[in-house]
């Protein structure tokens, strides 16, 4: 153990895991070594950080900032900002990150109009938006939306779940 100056936390919980987070993580702390700069950066791995959708993600500190969908492709310019160059901007997930909002934006909309919807409703929601079906089989993969079948035959629908109301900061209208 160094006292260093940053420590990354790479989250390797199963969604992460399943879009390879062990590679990443494991070349990180490759090259970190292979550059001397151990003593100065910290790799440890930690549990799911409710970002499953957009992993493999990475936490920061003392920067306080995310890294989501990682690639090992993205460890040059990431190994830069930790020595100290710029921060990788593409890479950034916060609360105002232009996709983040992108994706609010989906929910917002589907919980104006109730909760839950009929699925066509919210599919068309999401498409109208610019996100397919594959994104919305993710989104229920995640357990950011819960699909049930109607009452009284009248169709499946959708109910976006209070993970996705707590991570986007919208609340369900009355
Ligand atoms: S599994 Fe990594 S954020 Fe959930």
């Known amino acids: ?8 936390l790479v989250c390797t919980s199963q969604h992460c895991q399943q879009k390879g987070a062990a590679d ?7 090259q970190i070594v292979r550059q001397k700069l151990d003593t100065e950066i910290l790799v440890n791995t930690c ?3 409710d970002l499953c959708d957009i992993g493999p993600n990475m936490v920061i500190y003392p920067d306080n900032i995310v890294y989501g969908n990682v690639k090992r492709g993205d460890l040059p310019e990431i190994i ?6 710029p921060v990788v901007e593409r890479l950034l997930v916060g609360p105002d990150s232009p996709a983040e909002l992108s994706r609010r934006e989906v929910f917002v909309a589907a919980l104006a109009r109730g909760n839950p ?3 066509s409703e919210f599919e068309a929601i999401a498409s109208e938006r610019g996100f397919d079906g594959a994104w919305v089989a993710e989104q229920q993969r995640r357990g950011f939306i819960a699909r049930k079948p109607g009452a009284d035959d009248s169709g499946e629908t959708i109910t976006v779940t209070k993970k996705t109301r707590d991570r986007y900061r919208v609340a369900v209208s009355s």
């Open 117 to 119: 919807l009929p699925s």
């Open 47 to 49: 549990g799911t950080i």
């Open 24 to 30: 990443v993580v494991g070349l990180l702390r490759l």
């Open 1 to 8: 153990m160094y006292w260093t100056n940053r420590h990354v």
């Open 80 to 85: 830069e900002h930790l020595k100290g160059g």
